[in-house]
């Protein structure tokens, strides 16, 4: 079936410094699934913070990138400089559609990834 | 305002009782959805309510059932829960029937004991 990994639980990055959350993915259903970065920040329910539909593009929202590599299948998430407010729970996801037709539009959930950003 | 509501937001049952897990949303979606983490996994999907009475399994429904007679409210039932069924459990809901963008509540921690 597929999947979604996120190899790290935890990170912790100082304030200004650069971030990168990896995941990777595996479709069985479908060669080029949709891929989503959701966040929950503390306090607050997941949110959806940016998604992908075309493999090679770059989804991008509030300072955050991701590029849909589909030769290592790759979703890592990055940003060039993280700020406090930016600590929260990220998770990385697929889902069983390509594009914007068919399938179910079920997701898939990484673990996620828990960003502490330290001053 | 759009909101997922969960209650409660945590809760300390025995093995053997009766859990219900409610969840609200004021977006009038269609689609309601029951999930559950834990540690050092993904969100696994319970099920899917594409509207009133129109229920689907998602991957892990074995041991839970659903309840959704108002398109705003959805409910998740443990009939004599079970101790590996604590866990977070997250309610969302998305707008249409295949929409990516879900909402979701801030979670029901469960500890069945």
């Known amino acids: 079936g597929d999947s979604v990994t996120q190899t790290e639980g935890q990170v912790t990055v100082s304030e200004s410094k650069s971030l990168i959350i990896n995941c990777t993915y595996s479709?069985?259903?479908?060669?080029?699934?949709?891929l989503f970065w959701y966040v929950r920040y503390p306090g607050e329910g997941l949110q959806l913070l940016l998604k992908?539909?075309?493999?090679?593009q770059k989804g991008s929202s509030r300072g955050f990138e991701a590029t849909y590599n589909k030769e290592t299948t790759s979703f890592h998430l990055q940003k060039a400089s993280v700020q406090e407010s930016d600590s929260a729970v990220y998770y990385c996801?697929?889902?069983?559609?390509?594009?914007?037709?068919?399938?179910?539009?079920?997701?898939?959930f990484g673990e996620g990834t828990k960003l502490t950003v330290s001053s | 305002d759009m909101k997922v509501t969960q209650m409660p937001r945590y809760l300390i049952k025995r093995m053997g009782e009766n859990v219900l897990l409610e969840c609200g949303q004021d977006?009038?979606?269609?689609?309601m959805y029951w999930y559950r983490q834990d540690p050092g996994l993904g969100l696994q999907l319970i099920y899917i309510?594409?509207?009133?009475?129109?229920?689907s399994e998602g991957d892990i429904p074995k041991g839970y059932r659903v309840s959704r007679k108002k398109r705003e409210h959805f409910s998740l039932i443990l009939d004599s829960a079970k101790t590996n069924q604590t866990s977070v459990y997250f309610c969302?809901?998305?707008?249409?029937?295949?929409?990516?963008?879900?909402?979701f509540g801030h979670g029901t921690k469960l500890s069945v004991l």
């Open positions: 309510s594409y509207d009133v009475d129109s229920n």
């Open positions: 479709a069985t259903s479908i060669a080029y699934p949709n």
């Open positions: 977006m009038s979606h269609e689609t």
């Open positions: 969302a809901s998305s707008f249409g029937t295949a929409n990516e963008r879900l909402f």
């Open positions: 996801a697929l889902s069983d559609r390509g594009g914007d037709q068919g399938g179910s539009a079920k997701l898939i």
């Open positions: 992908v539909i075309t493999a090679g």
